[in-house]
């Protein structure tokens, strides 16, 4: 399993990004996805899920209505819309599925900051 993550960087707040993450070495239409989170000094936080179909999508209260999660099945790849991001969104973006057991991939680091 193979997991990296795209698309972080420098944002001030109220700004947007788009995370990327190409997934390899499992049937990715089979899996559901997951974008998690770990802030500076904290834990990993769930952000968001989504099914198999890419048709129902599940977020944290947190980030529910700013961000919105999508996949792409014949490109191995899911996705996360970060919108109206704000500085307690500073963090390193991971995805996560789980297969046998949970797998991360590097992160990308997304800074919210004026």
């Known amino acids: 399993v193979q997991l990296v993550e795209s698309g972080g960087g420098l944002v001030q707040p109220g700004g947007s990004l788009r995370l990327s993450c190409a997934a390899s070495?499992?049937?990715?239409?089979?899996?559901?996805m997951s974008w998690v989170r770990q802030a500076p000094g904290k834990g990993l936080e769930w952000a968001s899920s989504?099914?198999?179909?890419?048709?129902?999508?599940y977020y944290a209260d947190s980030v529910k209505g700013r961000f919105t999660i999508s996949r792409d099945n014949a490109k191995n790849s899911v996705y996360l819309q970060m919108n109206g991001l704000k500085p307690e969104d500073t963090a390193v973006y991971l995805c996560?599925?789980?297969?046998?057991?949970?797998?991360w991939g590097q992160g990308t680091q997304v800074t919210v900051s004026a």
């Open positions: 989504i099914k198999t179909d890419g048709g129902t999508m």
């Open positions: 070495g499992f049937t990715f239409s089979h899996y559901y």
């Open positions: 996560s599925m789980v297969f046998g057991r949970r797998y």
